[in-house]
């Protein structure tokens, strides 16, 4: 059930986003929506947990759906009332707040759910179902648009994504409380508490002084969602009329489920050391980045942000260069399944602490919402297309480049390092606290 509700509200935001522009012919207010969102996100995330603690998982989880709704809700209304745009913009910003909730609450359900024995099985059927929303709100807008020719998608378009999205703002309601939940061992569930806000502070500063490499990874992050926008609204927004990006965004995400797969076989092959499958990913990843970025550029050369008119004939799927653009929507996909893949395996092999853990996943998310925030403001503001892409290009291959220290001097065959770092210091700060309001408390009675 966790696994749908992510299907219809985090899968259908992704569908939705991957037409470019939201589906809008002018993308310069999803342009500004998405960067809102990405703000927020980028900021609540260190808030979301004490909420969680507070309210419970489920009412969290409850509260992260609501924001997925009104924002696919904001998107009709703009495509009834084109003068809507700052509710367009509103909407994002909520979604930012409310997403830092849902996927607070999926980690504390995702990590409390399993036995020991069936952690992989129960991560694999979310990530699946979660996925696969994606693929399945692609389909629908190709289906919604596959007899037009027009360069925005139809009301029915955005209907279907808030019907659907509606329906995973329900399913919390139907799911047990996880405190009377019991695992297939007979166990009861115990959802574990997430630290306060000011904890998560502290603790970033005792992630950073006790592994000061995850700094080297700071670049990955923060390009892991920065070459979204060109993506989507810079080439296939700019490029294509909607049933030719909806064929191209159905493509796109199909794509993430082969790639995952393709680089999992590389990183997780129990044939060859781990020192070694990370240099092959790192590889990858380069020649991937190259190849895409590359081919790309042939494309971006041939267009400015100038000569794309908002009621001009676009690229349609039957046009003889459209064979050759789709598939460079696919290497796109398969790129971003890698990289994304890559990047949290190398986190995982970094520590076997799940406190460590827990704040590098942290560090992740918050510098790639900031990432997405920046280039998604510049998108809305009409910088050039080709400085976009260019500074996309620059980033993934840099993030490849300072990573590639990291990856020689950090990762073992074996963690061998004091992971349980973050525990001990955290263990002093929280003693610390105590003993100054013990005393606190007695002078007060003095």
Known sequence: ??????????????????????????????????????????????????????IGAKRTLMLGTLGYALYVGSYLAINIHPNAGGFVVGAGAVLGVTAAFLWTAQGS???????????????????????????????????????????????????????????????????????????????????????????????LWVAIISDPMILLLFPMFFASNYFYTWQFNDYNSALFNIRARSLNNLMYWLSQIVGSIMIGLVLDNSRFCRRLRAFSGWCILMIMAFVVH??????????????????????????????????????????????????????????????KLAIYSGFFHSIQAAGAAGVWRMDAVAIPYMNIFLSTWCLVVGGLVMAFPMIYLRVKDTTVLDDEAILKLDLEHARAQEKQAGEKAESFSA
């Not at 749908?4 to 037409?19: D, E, I, K, Q, R």
């Not at 500004?32 to 990405?38: D, I």
């Not at 942000?305 to 003889?320: F, G, N, T, V």
Request: proline content about 4%; overall charge negative.
């Open 294 to 355: 590359v081919w790309a550029y042939y494309y971006q050369k041939t267009y400015i942000r100038e000569s794309i008119l908002a009621d001009a004939q676009k690229m349609d799927i039957y046009d003889p260069a459209f064979p050759a653009h789709i598939w460079l929507m696919i290497f796109y996909g398969l790129l971003d399944a890698m990289w994304q893949t890559t990047t949290f395996w190398l986190i995982g092999a970094m520590s076997n602490d799940t406190n």
């Open 1 to 54: 059930m966790l696994g749908f509700v992510c299907f219809l509200c985090p899968g259908m935001f992704n569908a939705l986003t991957g037409l470019g522009g939201g589906g809008q012919v002018n993308p310069a207010t999803s342009a500004n929506s998405t960067c809102a969102l990405s703000a927020t996100l980028s900021f609540l995330a260190f808030f979301s947990g004490t909420v969680n603690n507070k």
């Open 109 to 203: 359900l995702m990590s409390s759910y399993a036995t020991e024995e069936q952690k992989g099985v129960f991560i694999s059927i979310f990530w699946t179902i979660f996925n696969l929303g994606a693929v399945v709100g692609s389909a629908v807008s190709f289906g919604q648009n596959f007899n037009s020719t027009d360069n925005s998608v139809s009301n029915g378009t955005y209907v279907g994504f808030l019907i659907l999205t509606l329906i995973g703002v329900i399913i919390p309601h139907l799911m047990v409380d996880p405190d009377k939940m019991i695992r297939t061992d007979g166990t009861k569930v115990v959802t574990p508490r997430h630290p306060s806000w000011k904890s998560e502070f502290y603790n």
